[in-house]
């Protein structure tokens, strides 16, 4: 029977987050025989609606490494606590990674993502759309993709504080 087109019934499901290619490393190895050579991919996946994951996989080729890294980021998806209306994040946030610091701040709506490399892949895959940002110290991707996942775990909701607290969202601002 032959092939017809309009019976091919594979259709391809869209897929539940993006994913971005941060950083791909070329690992050595030294052996008695000499260098054993592997790649370390670190990717980045998010579906632009506040919830993002990261992940590392390594391996004897390129797309081997991204695929294991991208399996690794799936399972480590974390919701992201932004200000309603304004997809903004609620508060100025400071976090160390290793010798890299990143600092987050609340932007006015209409300013767009102001941050440059592994912080704007990340804060776009996000959901993320008005923020500044910068990066102190260190500019190592593995470490810089750590401090911003690790400062927006930290983001905390005027409600959240309010209810840690006893009190009403109105005392508080």
Do not use: Q, W
């Not at 946030?93 to 610091?101: D, F, L, P, Q």
């Not at 490399?117 to 993709?145: F, M, P, W």
């Amino acid at each position: 029977m032959p092939y017809d087109k309009k019976r091919d019934f594979r259709k391809r499901e869209p897929k539940e987050f993006d994913s971005v290619v941060v950083s791909i490393n070329r690992v050595s190895k030294t052996v008695k025989g000499g260098r054993r050579m592997r790649f370390a991919a670190l990717v980045v996946v998010g579906d632009h609606k506040g919830r993002i994951g990261f992940g590392m996989g390594k391996a004897s080729e390129v797309p081997d490494a991204i695929k294991k890294a991208e399996e690794c980021a799936t399972k480590n998806v974390f919701n992201v606590k932004l200000v309603d209306g304004t997809r903004t994040v609620p508060h100025a946030i400071k976090v160390t990674h290793g010798s890299s610091t990143v600092f987050l701040a609340p932007a006015a709506p209409g300013t767009g993502v102001i941050a440059g490399g592994a912080v704007r892949n990340i804060l776009e895959l996000a959901g993320v759309a008005d923020v500044l940002s910068k990066v102190i110290g260190s500019r190592t991707s593995v470490n810089v993709v750590y401090a911003t996942l690790k400062a927006l775990k930290e983001l905390r909701t005027v409600d959240e504080i309010a209810k840690l607290r006893d009190k009403k969202v109105a005392e508080i601002r």
